[in-house]
């Protein structure tokens, strides 16, 4: 412990001197550079998390508002004081004999804290603190925030996060005096009482302390969440920040849909780079400022048009916050959970609170597979919290003090939550609000209860109805599903540590950045497969041509889809070239630093003509199949200016990014001079073979790029052979044919054949060959076969990765048994 006096002064200048006694007592107050860690005790963990930057990572740069805390002692001279604690152990008794209920019992211990007085010991230290503060700050009465902080929270394996209150916007000595007396009052809110009771918890061996601190003005600027991971799926190598416009109690209760920014740690300290994966703009309806007048300290508004329309941080700002996130992570030695803030007189960030990241952080070796085997009707969607799927009867609720009507079991429906749901919340099967993001108290907390979660949907409490039975999905990417009725599902649990090796490298096909870190556990040896069609069809969903020729759009309809959709972006094209960079770079990401094999864009005409203002640039063909796609469109008039936005983006992607593991894939490449023709538009665009060490494969998926194999080597760096579409030419079956589906076999003998030749061709060119088709997921023998044959690489779906790696290991090795 630092000074052993009433109030412990700081070691700077403006010491707290005001009625010290002459003889040593336990300090009352403590200014916030004077605790660390080690005063959890005395201080709780948010005060000492506070210090503990304070001391060790101010000189790293990372900012943190002065103030002072009161201690354990203070809180509990005012119990003993006010003789509290005999008539609070009476009314717990009563709630466990079930002679009270908890609202009437928490209601009676708050009553025993705001109707007793401080004792003038602390009233005075507080008021000398304050004082001092003010001369630190240069301001008359500063307006604080005044912070609750129990000396049990904030443990590594448990979260009181939400539990006691925060007041903001407290002027003026009087003010501060009575936001002390309700912060003790807070240690007995209903949530914190159940909670403590749930936990085990003694509730007198609690203490509070009381944290005291300049209000940041990001009330006249903007706040937010930060975690050191990805809360979602416990995927290490990223930063994930969100960010709304006012003071950042909206974005921590979830009643606003912030923005959402990810940033990849391992390319941080590269200043060159900006390596950003993701920006959602969020719609930021209403924000939290200072009220004008009135009791009320804050008050809830509207945000304008411009204020929605905008992203709250620029990217050297969101570049900051993660640095220091990870400064923050390194020194505490464990993933973190902060709160930042912007003062929008000065313009700096400061981080205002860290404690540890209790829920993707304590993620097992294991890995739950869940998969839907049956269809239903999609009712809303929002953002995916966890991988679980649920099913159950709806409830909706709009106040907590209804919680006597939810049933056990039930899927919770609301527009939003705080930390007086939480009793409620743990009964739940399943959470879905209206508002909120991947970082709101409903998020949160379902993630450390286990339960899964759809955040932020909008629509749900106004389209599901009170029993209907739903289905919530949160196994199908980053965007969660709810479903009409019961629709089956599936559960596998693999325990990752017990999986075989295998010579053989498998990788996995991507379908859509939001997917990609979910499967990060895997023992994958990069992506196999991502389809840049499918980032522009689920992210971007405009055609590239309707973006660099937006005239000769001609359907109004689409004109004003296109103009909501770039709103924010002068140039349209920028807004193509932003979003797909980012989505590769996701996909990148999540196996960095192996490789990600990103396919140049293979839709074919009638799906381009599906995109928003894409009728007007697509011809009709009679065999859509066969005809204007893949490698054909991007040296061709009615193609080429939307083929030089993907080369601006894969660009992006390696050289402001900065993920160098991305090999581009040319698919459908139906003559070497295609090829050339494909390679030469591509070194106009600044993607030249070799350069910065850009390899670029070529599919083989059709019969000439087997017959011709060694003309086809020479001009690429690896091939992935696509068994689909060679199947398809190879047997002259339409794929997508009900009526031929049984003569569709990659295992037919003049499939296997093709593959088993292009194979020793390409080893015997001296290039890599893999195979991304979906054989190998399908068919144990077909994955057997290729490794017999000394394939380099196989991309599976990963719901399949784990049983085809079995198989693997028991080709490679006999004397693994399968399961």
Same mark, same amino acid.
């Given at each position: ?19 010290? =006694? ?168 209903? *949530? ?21 601190? =300049? ?182 609720? *709009? ?131 991502? *389809? ?288």
């Amino acid at each position: 412990m630092t000074d052993n006096i009433t109030v412990a002064p700081p070691p700077s200048a403006n010491p707290i001197t005001a009625n010290q =006694p002459t003889q040593p007592e336990p300090a009352l107050v403590l200014w916030l550079e004077t605790v660390g860690n080690r005063d959890v005790a005395t201080v709780g963990g948010k005060n000492a998390s506070l210090g503990e930057m304070i001391a060790a990572l101010r000189p790293s740069g990372v900012r943190i508002p002065d103030g002072f805390a009161t201690t354990a002692s203070a809180y509990r001279g005012f119990v003993a004081t006010n003789h509290i604690e005999p008539r609070l152990r009476a009314a717990l008794e009563a709630y466990r004999r079930g002679d009270a209920d908890l609202p009437r019992t928490g209601d009676a211990i708050r009553r025993l804290f705001l109707e007793a007085t401080l004792p003038e010991p602390l009233a005075a230290a507080v008021r000398a603190a304050y004082h001092a503060l003010s001369a630190r700050t240069g301001k008359t009465e500063p307006a604080v925030a005044v912070r609750s902080s129990a000396t049990a929270e904030d443990l590594p394996d448990a979260s009181f996060a939400g539990q006691q209150e925060t007041f903001l916007n407290i002027v003026g000595e009087a003010a501060l005096l009575d936001a002390c007396r309700r912060c003790y009052a807070s240690l007995f809110t209903d *949530r914190a009482i159940a909670y403590r009771e749930d936990k085990g918890f003694d509730h007198l061996a609690v203490a509070l302390s009381i944290g005291v601190q =300049p209000m940041v003005r990001s009330d006249l600027s903007g706040s937010g969440v930060m975690f050191s991971i990805d809360p979602e799926s416990g995927f290490p190598r990223v930063v994930a920040i969100s960010a709304a416009w006012g003071l950042g109690e909206t974005v921590v209760q979830g009643s606003v849909d912030p923005d959402e920014y990810v940033v990849f740690k391992p390319l941080l300290g590269d200043g060159r780079l900006k390596p950003i994966l993701d920006k959602r703009l969020g719609a930021k309806a209403t924000k939290l400022i200072y009220a004008a007048s009135g009791e009320a300290r804050t008050s809830l508004v509207e945000t304008s048009d411009h204020e929605r329309r905008s992203f709250v941080l620029e990217d050297d700002e969101i570049l900051e916050l993660a640095r220091w996130a990870v400064l923050i992570e390194d020194h505490y030695g464990r993933p973190m959970d902060m709160e930042w803030a912007r003062d929008g007189e000065t313009g700096e960030i400061f981080i205002v609170q860290a404690r540890p990241e209790t829920a993707g952080a304590g993620r097992k070796a294991s890995l739950s597979l869940w998969r839907l085997t049956g269809k239903g009707v999609a009712l809303t969607t929002g953002a995916a919290v966890g991988e679980a799927i649920a099913s159950g009867p709806a409830c909706i609720i *709009r106040d907590p003090r209804d919680l006597a009507r939810f049933p056990d079991g039930a899927i919770l429906v609301t527009e939003m939550t705080d930390p007086d749901w939480t009793p409620l919340m743990r009964r739940a099967a399943g959470i879905i609000t209206d508002h909120g993001g991947a970082t709101s108290h409903a998020a949160i907390v379902s993630r450390e209860l286990g339960v899964p979660a759809i955040v932020g949907t909008g629509t749900a409490t106004a389209v599901l109805k009170n029993g209907q039975t739903i289905t919530l999905s949160c196994a199908e990417g980053d965007r969660g599903v709810v479903y009409d009725g019961a629709v089956p599902f599936t559960r596998e649990d693999v325990d990752l540590a017990a999986l075989p090796e295998a010579r053989t490298d498998l990788m996995i096909n991507l379908a859509t950045p939001g997917s990609s870190f979910r499967w990060w556990r895997l023992p994958a040896k990069g992506v196999g497969l991502a *389809r840049m069609e499918f980032i522009i069809s689920d992210l971007i969903r405009i055609h590239p041509m309707a973006l660099v020729h937006p005239e000769r759009v001609t359907d109004p309809a689409a004109r004003a889809e296109i103009e909501a959709l770039t709103c924010g972006y002068s140039d349209k094209t920028e807004y193509f070239v932003d979003t797909l960079s980012r989505g590769i770079a996701r996909i990148a990401a999540a196996c960095h630093p192996h490789p990600a094999i990103v396919r140049l864009s293979d839709f074919k005409s009638n799906e381009y003509a599906h995109l928003i203002g894409g009728a007007d640039f697509e011809p009709t063909e009679e065999n859509p199949m066969l005809g204007f796609r893949g490698a054909s469109r991007y040296y061709h008039e009615r193609y080429r200016d939307g083929f030089a936005l993907e080369c601006r983006a894969i660009r992006r992607v390696r050289e402001t990014i900065g993920m160098s593991n991305v090999i581009v894939m040319v698919p459908f490449c139906r003559t070497v001079d295609e090829a050339d023709r494909v390679l030469a538009e591509m070194s106009r665009h600044g993607l030249v073979r070799g350069e910065d060490g850009l390899q670029i494969y070529m599919m083989c998926e059709i019969p000439a790029n087997v017959i011709l194999a060694e003309e086809f080597a020479s001009r690429f760096d690896g091939f992935s052979i696509g068994s689909n579409d060679l199947t398809q030419l190879i047997l002259g079956v339409d794929r997508d044919s009900e009526m031929l589906a049984p003569l569709f076999d990659e295992r037919n003998a003049a499939v296997a054949r093709s593959i088993l030749e292009v194979i020793h061709r390409a080893h015997a060119s001296g290039i890599k060959i893999g195979i991304c088709g979906q054989a190998p997921s399908n068919y144990p023998e077909f994955a057997e076969l290729l490794v017999h044959a000394g394939i380099d690489s196989i991309s599976l779906n990963p719901d399949s990765f784990v049983a085809t790696l079995r198989h693997v290991a028991k080709a490679e090795h006999a004397e693994i048994p399968a399961p």
